[in-house]
């Protein structure tokens, strides 16, 4: 039998330089799950922020038409025809002479 026997030391750095190399493997492997954990959480904060953003943008685009509606002329017309004014026809001046009690500044 050529082969070597390994003392009781040998054996003793070589299974603690395994469990060493294991808990290594433990720990990066926790460390690895934490951190695709933490991307997937981020990548559907992100997700939901943009179906936000996009809500918000329709909502805005709704409120942009919905006030050029109300602003326009036409609608204005329509107001103004509710209001139950008179229409204005022939305009006709009074003529005061200078002389008149009804003119300010004598």
Request: charged fraction near 25%; charge should be neutral; proline fraction near 1%.
């Amino acid at each position: 039998m050529g082969g070597k026997q390994k003392s009781a030391g040998e054996r003793k750095k070589i299974n603690r330089f395994h469990i060493a190399l294991l808990v290594c493997i433990i720990a990066l492997a926790g460390l690895y799950l934490f951190e695709t954990s933490t991307v997937v959480r981020d990548l559907f904060t992100l997700e939901e922020e943009k179906r936000y953003m996009r809500e918000i943008q329709d909502k805005n685009e709704q409120l942009e038409i919905r006030s050029s509606e109300i602003k326009s002329l036409h609608n204005l017309a329509a107001l103004s025809s509710s209001l139950d004014l008179e229409e204005v026809g022939h305009i006709s001046y009074i003529e005061v002479r200078a002389a008149s009690p009804l003119v300010l500044g004598n």
